[in-house]
């Protein structure tokens, strides 16, 4: 008997999400998002088949989140603790061996990995996104289409790097910072900031508890 796996949100991340477990050849049994208006509808063939709360109704054991929103990919992994959630790396992405991604977490076609990385738990490394040797990806970090590390980069909780912006050798991101599309990251940026430019400068910092869940 397949086993039935669901996927939590339905919006244009879980195209790419649901086609990369296509392409892993692993069947989603159904798509499940509070929004009403997508119930009845599909996503590559896929039903969204109703809410949060019917989904909890089913006998899930498996499931996968397809949001591209940090916090709220956080959210619902807090929510939903009792699913075991699975990793989905793209045929097309270089993982090296010893690189470590965690639970939850996507990589997308294309994505390279190299060595003695560690990659957190629901993290997004989307579409062409390069990490390379020794970097520390913290949970609910999304790495946007394009992005480029350098080595030994360390990028805390809930980091965002917009769409093909790139960091320099061992600088470090804190929590819950963006970095602007196309930002140049040449020197450390601390936690509850948001970077723009090149190179990247703080434009704002945000509240710390903002980003609380």
Known sequence: MKERIAVIGGGGHAKVVLATAIAMG????????????KWGSEILGIPI????????????????IAVGDNVTRKKLACRFVHYEWITLIHPSAFVHP?????????????????????????CIINTGATVDHDCVIGDFTHIAPGVNLAGGVLAGEGVFLGIGSSVILGKNIGKWTTVGAGGVVIRDIPSYSVAVGVPARILKRRNEKEQQI
């Open 98 to 122: 010893s690189v470590i991604v965690g639970k939850g977490s996507v990589v997308f076609a294309n994505a390279a990995i190299q060595p003695d990385t560690h990659i957190g738990e629901h």
């Open 26 to 37: 692993i069947v989603i049994d159904g798509i499940y998002d509070d929004d009403p208006d």
């Open 49 to 64: 088949a109703g809410s949060l709360i019917d989904m909890e109704k089913r006998s899930y054991i498996k499931a996968l």
